[in-house]
């Protein structure tokens, strides 16, 4: 879930409690406390669904080891063990300079034998762009259901698409949630490279900074923005040249590429058009991006498919959801970090003022930021 849409997100379930034990045994009467709760408020109907997040949940709580005494042990792989040591440097410093809640959280590790810890099931109508929300306590209203089965989240993926939906599953490898378990390095995030591992571990700290519920852009930019500048602070304190990551510009170009087409099919879907002629023109839109797509590959980038396989695979409306959440407002935390640079603790001041507003007065002053007012 981006562009690295969806590399990392929020769990299912992202607001269980947790204990400060660094295994899960302590916690596991307050995740069933919690799941009754959730069985409670809503109904028989989706028993099924909570019980697969219940179990997925307690299988990475169970999974967990601490990472330090797995460093001290000769008999563990060398290159884990290196890899675990720097995410537990880069945990360190996002307490320490970052002002990051300092926890048990990335202090753990799980290998979960799976190339993701979650699938994560976005759904749209035939001719909206609307995502198919769902709501949980807490947490708040989300454009996705998660999965910690691939094939469970194929399933329900099915029974959309014979309601005529369109639908699209994308793997998560990291997620936060959000303070209230102490969250583990996963073996999904060692396929990064260093930076971006220490990046991705920023990035879900920000999330238990500070949560807004039923806004998903503002959480997101927010801790997009962290992990970028706690990036530039973490090359900085290792003698490193402040650079702009390789793939930020075509992961820019394409976003914006993936934007456009977004906003054509929103104009496409509010003419009153015979179904049939919608659908001709969606798909005639889809190629449209595809074209452009290998167009900006040949004529800027060299010939390079950094997204070749995205745009071969099948586009839909839910396909284009991910896409721009990460980044809407990051332009906005950048003018708010700009008047006070190097002041976390007036910064996140500063942004859980704007968490607090209504969300149309937040949306207001997020776009004045932006412009750099």
């Given at each position: 879930?981006?562009?690295?849409?969806?590399?990392?997100?929020?769990?299912?379930l992202s607001w269980w409690a947790s204990s400060v034990d660094s295994r899960c045994w302590c916690e596991v009467p307050l995740l069933a406390a919690a799941a009754l709760l959730v069985l409670l408020l809503s109904g028989c109907?989706?028993?099924?669904?909570?019980?697969?997040?219940?179990?997925?949940?307690?299988?990475?709580?169970?999974?967990?080891?601490?990472?330090?005494?797995?460093?001290?042990?000769?008999?563990?792989?060398?290159?884990?063990?290196?890899?675990?040591?720097?995410?537990?440097?880069?945990?360190?410093?996002?307490?320490?300079?970052?002002?990051?809640?300092?926890?048990?959280?990335?202090?753990?590790?799980?290998?979960?034998?799976?190339?993701?810890?979650?699938?994560?099931?976005?759904?749209?109508?035939?001719?909206?762009?609307?995502?198919?929300?769902?709501?949980?306590?807490?947490?708040?209203?989300?454009?996705?259901?998660?999965?910690?089965?691939?094939?469970?989240?194929?399933?329900?993926?099915?029974?959309?698409?014979?309601?005529?939906?369109?639908?699209?599953?994308?793997?998560?490898?990291?997620?936060?949630?959000?303070?209230?378990?102490?969250?583990?390095?996963?073996?999904?995030?060692?396929?990064?490279?260093?930076?971006?591992?220490?990046?991705?571990?920023?990035?879900?700290?920000?999330?238990?900074?500070?949560?807004?519920?039923?806004?998903?852009?503002?959480?997101?930019?927010?801790?997009?923005?962290?992990?970028?500048?706690?990036?530039?602070?973490?090359?900085?304190?290792?003698?490193?040249?402040?650079?702009?990551?390789?793939?930020?510009?075509?992961?820019?170009?394409?976003?914006?590429?993936?934007?456009?087409?977004?906003?054509?099919?929103?104009?496409?879907?509010?003419?009153?058009?015979?179904?049939?002629?919608?659908?001709?023109?969606?798909?005639?839109?889809?190629?449209?991006?595809?074209?452009?797509?290998?167009?900006?590959?040949?004529?800027?980038?060299?010939?390079?498919?950094?997204?070749?396989?995205?745009?071969?695979?099948?586009?839909?409306?839910?396909?284009?959801?991910?896409?721009?959440?990460?980044?809407?407002?990051?332009?906005?935390?950048?003018?708010?970090?700009?008047?006070?640079?190097?002041?976390?603790?007036?910064?996140?001041?500063?942004?859980?003022a704007l968490g607090d507003l209504p969300a149309v007065a937040r949306s207001q002053a997020l776009e004045e930021l932006s412009r750099g007012g």
């Open positions: 879930m981006q562009s690295r849409p969806m590399s990392h997100g929020k769990p299912p109907s989706t028993l099924d669904y909570y019980g697969q997040v219940v179990r997925g949940q307690l299988h990475v709580l169970q999974a967990r080891e601490p990472i330090a005494p797995l460093l001290a042990d000769p008999a563990r792989d060398p290159l884990l063990r290196q890899r675990l040591a720097l995410a537990l440097q880069a945990r360190s410093f996002a307490s320490a300079q970052l002002g990051l809640p300092d926890n048990r959280s990335y202090r753990l590790y799980a290998d979960l034998q799976r190339p993701f810890v979650v699938w994560n099931l976005f759904a749209t109508a035939e001719f909206s762009l609307a995502p198919q929300t769902h709501c949980f306590p807490i947490a708040g209203c989300v454009a996705y259901r998660g999965f910690y089965q691939q094939g469970r989240a194929r399933g329900a993926a099915a029974l959309l698409q014979q309601q005529g939906l369109d639908t699209y599953i994308g793997g998560v490898a990291a997620y936060s949630t959000l303070g209230w378990f102490a969250d583990p390095v996963l073996n999904t995030m060692l396929r990064w490279d260093d930076e971006q591992l220490a990046a991705v571990i920023f990035h879900e700290l920000a999330h238990q900074q500070l949560y807004v519920a039923d806004d998903t852009a503002f959480n997101e930019s927010f801790a997009t923005f962290v992990e970028r500048e706690g990036v530039r602070q973490w090359r900085a304190a290792r003698g490193l040249p402040a650079v702009e990551p390789p793939d930020a510009q075509y992961r820019a170009q394409f976003t914006a590429l993936v934007l456009a087409s977004r906003a054509r099919l929103e104009r496409l879907y509010a003419r009153d058009l015979p179904a049939d002629a919608m659908r001709v023109a969606k798909q005639a839109e889809f190629e449209r991006l595809r074209q452009e797509y290998r167009a900006l590959r040949e004529q800027q980038w060299a010939g390079v498919g950094h997204y070749d396989r995205w745009i071969s695979g099948p586009l839909n409306n839910a396909t284009l959801l991910p896409f721009g959440l990460y980044d809407k407002w990051v332009p906005a935390f950048a003018t708010l970090w700009r008047q006070r640079p190097g002041d976390w603790p007036r910064f996140y001041r500063r942004v859980t």
